[in-house]
């Protein structure tokens, strides 16, 4: 069973930073942090491939970095210069083969940044 753990969401001020972490109960292949507003539809923020390739939704490009450890199993997402529109609940996703898509979630964090 491949279990996903997300941390280190909370409340953050506007232009503050937080780190997420993405804990995995083993190496996976791609991996990605999603987010959702409630009543929002579920947006792709940033992935990165087991061998470190990033790729980043628009509205975080050059403010948010996805890095991953595989000795640790662990990905995080440093999230810089946030925003009032950053809030929302943030998911790490994985995939259990190299070709497959994101089956494996996590339970989400929250984050939330005041104005």
């Known amino acids: 069973q491949v279990q996903l753990v997300e941390s280190g969401g909370g409340l953050v001020q506007a232009g503050g930073s937080l780190r997420l972490s993405c804990a995995g109960s083993?190496?996976?292949?791609?991996m990605a942090w999603y987010r959702q507003v409630p009543g929002k539809q579920r947006e792709l923020v940033a992935t990165v491939s087991s061998g470190g390739s990033t790729n980043y939704a628009d509205s975080v490009k050059g403010r948010f970095t996805i890095s991953r450890d595989n000795a640790k199993n662990t990905m995080y997402l440093q999230m810089n210069s946030l925003r009032p529109e950053d809030t929302a609940v943030y998911y790490c996703?994985?995939?259990?083969?190299?070709?497959?898509?994101?089956?494996?979630w996590g339970q989400g964090t929250q984050v939330t940044v005041s104005s």
């Open positions: 996703a994985a995939k259990t083969s190299v070709f497959g898509e994101y089956n494996v």
């Open positions: 083993r190496l996976l292949y791609a």
